[in-house]
């Protein structure tokens, strides 16, 4: 059971907060994705996982940024660009246990852990600073991730990988205080022929976690709905630990992650939008 912090020991002193990225190679979708080269918008290519530690380098407020991972070939990349890395088990199951083991492996003292998923390198600094935000001004959150609601040009992507029997982003539902009823890869809430007018949200997978929930999460088993979608983040609500949703503007050139090959035009033309180089 986790405990709630208490509004007066937070109130005392600022948290410390660490963003680490995790990394691996072995991908079923997309082998080697972290060391796939991304052209910027002066056409100079830099790798996934390097323009994934530049966007965190844009947050404010961080004392520290690991990437984490199991492959020297990351690790040699990470630390040619000038990023801490810290080596983590080959038997991590996702992006949320591997943070943990992160945290124990470098011995990162924060209060507040961000993972910054490697696949990832759009995710705007607002996204993270809004959620560091939230759970410093509330002490009883333990989980805090953002989403951004669904532009037709996304949700005509989604509804097509749907549609073709592809693995596209994740979507969510929430109740009233905003906090998550559920994630799926499929496209929530269920729109028949899209004659009705609701909004559908698409989840960014970056996450902010206070460090006794990181702890319990590794400490749990995978729940069933979360082997099933494939999605990290449903052992927390199958624990009973609430998942605050913070909604975010969309961001110049959208939002997209890199799940496939072909994400990758989405990708470096958002970098050019943005001026990234």
Known sequence: MLKVVGGTSVAARAERVAIV????????????KPLTPLRGANGAAKSL????????R???GVAEIWIATDDLRIADEARRVGAQVVVTPHDCRNGTERCWAAVREAGIDADIIVNLQGDSPLTPPLAIELMIDTLRSEPHLHVVTPMILCTPLQLDRL???????RVG?????FDGAADALYFSKRVLPYLPERTYDVPVYFHLGVYAYRREALEMYAEARP???????G?????????????RMVEIPDPPGGMWEINHPSDIVLVEAALAERHLV
């Not at 996982?49 to 965190?56: L, Y």
């Not at 509804?159 to 029997?165: F, M, S």
């Not at 982003?169 to 539902?173: A, E, L, S």
């Open 159 to 165: 509804t097509a990988d749907a549609r073709n029997g």
């Open 21 to 32: 990225i995790p990394a691996r190679f072995a991908s079923s979708r997309f082998p080697g």
């Open 223 to 229: 729940s069933t709905l979360e082997v099933v979608e």
């Open 58 to 60: 844009l947050v404010g």
């Open 49 to 56: 996982i390097h323009r994934s530690w530049e966007a965190a």
């Open 231 to 243: 999605l990290e983040q449903l052992r927390f609500l199958h624990q009973g630990v609430p998942i």
């Open 169 to 173: 982003g994740t979507t969510v539902v």
